[in-house]
């Protein structure tokens, strides 16, 4: 008899994109013909650029003759691109090898999967409010027993909040951990780890011997040149720090689809010598994974070239813009309002003691902007409110002035 993996079941019902789907449609169905404005979900809006269009048509033309035609390719990806995403960190300071980095189809499929390498014993940390997908992850492998509602965390999970107290950048665990997930510039509340606060999480995870998983999605997007853009500008975060990185918000790949993930092989953990780790996330993506795609990669190389950089900043300006007008917007009437310096998402804190989703209820009924409420994030999101820099100039203005106009605070 088959049964399903009940892990399955202590997931927290109502995902949050759906839920919102669901307000959504209710209120057009009582305000029919109302300009609904998605400043919600994360996702970009903007055409590929010229490069990358050029790098991933040659992709699909070298599939078209003999001579260029490849199947299945290496193992970890392109040693091509892979040897340019190594020269890309070394000129950033840091020096890598090639073999460290791992080719895949994005940064969700790689933070959801790279705990199952990992003891299924392992206590882990996570930020609070953090991205679904490493919370969820951790639940689905069984690390936590269940949904705690009163508490609204996971049992065995280790929640390190993030609050306007600590400029939404946790302290380290003041127990021990064995695996913490970090995301900086973060999603959702926009903020940046500093080089001192990541350094006292490398020397936490030397301490315990824990890992640290680093998200880097967002890297591109600071253009505060005193804030690290990768965990391995901290000395020591070699031995015990994953990153995870994409293309997605950089290059306009989230349709596309292309991510890495480094394991370094100096990374150590109890019980294993140097390499021994980096082997293992190969031996889990070789037997699970066939590789990402060929054009893509090709896509991925031209993002690389001298060109493909110019207008991926490019890009990321844009929607810097976008993050702007609304930090301004939401300002103006008098909000507070976090990130958007460094990240394309604004982080609002709700005024006058409404919850997470009363405002978002608000927000839409008064303005027809649709954001996301900070609640779904998280426990500590409650109170708060993202809305994205993902968009068009033009719908992100007229989404503002709505605010201004119409929103009664
Ligand atoms: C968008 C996003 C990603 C990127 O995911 P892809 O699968 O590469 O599209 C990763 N992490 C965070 C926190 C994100 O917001």
């Known amino acids: 008899m088959a049964h399903i993996n009940a892990h399955y079941n202590k997931l927290a019902a109502g995902y949050l994109f759906p839920e919102i789907a669901r307000r959504t449609e209710i209120f057009l169905e009582k305000h029919p013909g109302t300009r609904v404005r998605k400043l919600g979900i994360g996702n970009t809006t903007e055409p590929l650029t010229p490069a990358v269009i050029k790098g991933l048509k040659a992709g699909v033309d070298k599939l078209a003759s003999p001579e260029t035609y490849t199947g299945y390719g290496d193992e970890q990806g392109n040693k091509l691109l892979r040897e340019r995403l190594a020269l890309y960190y070394t000129e950033r300071g840091v020096s890598l090898s090639s073999e460290d980095f791992f080719i895949s189809d994005g940064a969700k499929s790689d933070s959801g999967n790279i705990q199952s390498i990992f003891s299924s014993d392992s206590i882990a940390a996570f930020q609070d409010p953090a991205y679904p997908v490493y919370v969820d992850s951790n639940v689905i492998a069984g690390r936590s027993s269940g949904f705690n509602k009163d508490k609204e965390e996971y049992n065995n999970f280790v929640y390190m909040p993030c609050t306007k107290e600590n400029n939404f950048i946790p302290e380290v665990p003041d127990q021990k951990v064995d695996l913490i997930y970090l995301c900086s510039p973060n999603n959702p509340t926009g903020a940046v780890a500093t080089h001192d606060q990541l350094k006292s999480f490398v020397d936490y995870a030397r301490k315990h011997k824990a890992v640290l998983i680093f998200d880097a999605a967002y890297a591109e997007y600071i253009s505060d040149p005193a804030l690290p853009k990768t965990i391995y500008e901290i000395d020591g975060a070699k031995e015990c720090a994953i ?133 779904g994030f998280g426990p500590a999101g409650e109170g708060y409110f993202r809305l994205s820099a993902f968009g068009h100039h033009k719908d992100i203005k007229a989404a503002v002035e709505s605010i201004k106009n119409n929103l009664r605070l």
């Open 243 to 375: 990153e995870i990185n994409s293309l997605s918000k950089f290059a306009g790949f989230t349709g596309v689809r292309l991510g890495w993930s480094i394991v370094p092989g100096d990374l150590i953990i109890e019980g294993t010598t140097p390499g021994e780790v980096r082997k293992l996330w190969n031996r889990r993506q070789s037997t699970f994974f066939n590789g990402a795609s060929n054009i893509v990669q090709e896509g991925a190389l031209a993002v690389f070239s001298k060109e493909g950089l110019q207008e991926s900043k490019n890009l990321v300006q844009y929607y810097m813009e976008n993050a702007q007008t609304i930090r301004e917007g939401v300002e103006s009437v008098g909000m507070q309002a976090f990130g958007g310096i460094n990240a394309p998402y604004i982080w609002l804190e709700i005024p006058s003691g409404l919850t997470s989703w009363e405002f978002f209820d608000k927000l839409l009924l008064e303005t027809g902007v649709i954001g996301t409420p900070g609640s």
